[in-house]
């Protein structure tokens, strides 16, 4: 049995040690959603690195956004807001202004210029907002609204004993785009 050199063998364990970190890269904030603390959603890495649910970006960050660029140089915009510990992470949704003859009692005709109707998605997600000031999220959770035309934000002001939430939005013809508050709190390590 031959010797092994002991140059070899310091060079080789230090490879094993550095390849899993990402060629030294150091993790400096890990994010997750507070209803799954111990599943991460977001990490973003010092050498300008991130991954976002599973998928590899590089970013830049200040003071409200989180800039997330694909390899194919996509870029995906995350608002955001710190508040003590934690952090709220905003998510954009786009919804198709639903035209059918039993909403059109909605006076919303796709022109870009009200919330006021039945947003849905793909998935069967949805908003109601009606000119009554009253909202209807996914047909469980319901509520009063207001709209800050200035700062393009909704105001969600729940029944429910649930704290109220902020949307930011865009519209686009019949397309409604909500940027929504998610709570995250840092990743619980298993």
Known sequence: MKKVNNSFLIIAITALLILPTGCGSKKIESWAYTHEPDKETIALYDN????????NYT????????????KS?????LRYEMNGEGMTLYEKSTYKLDKSAENAETENNGDGESIIGTWVQDNGWSYVF????EFSEEGI???HYSVDDEKSCIR???NDPIEDAFLYYTLNGDELTVDYPW???KTEQN
């Open 183 to 185: 709570p995250m709190t």
């Open 130 to 133: 009606t000119p009554e000031g």
């Open 73 to 77: 140089k996509n870029e995906l915009k």
């Open 48 to 55: 300008g690195k991130a991954v976002f649910k599973g998928e």
């Open 59 to 70: 970013y830049t960050k200040d003071d409200s956004w989180i800039t997330l660029t694909d």
């Open 156 to 158: 969600l002001m729940y």
């Open 141 to 143: 959770f319901f509520g």
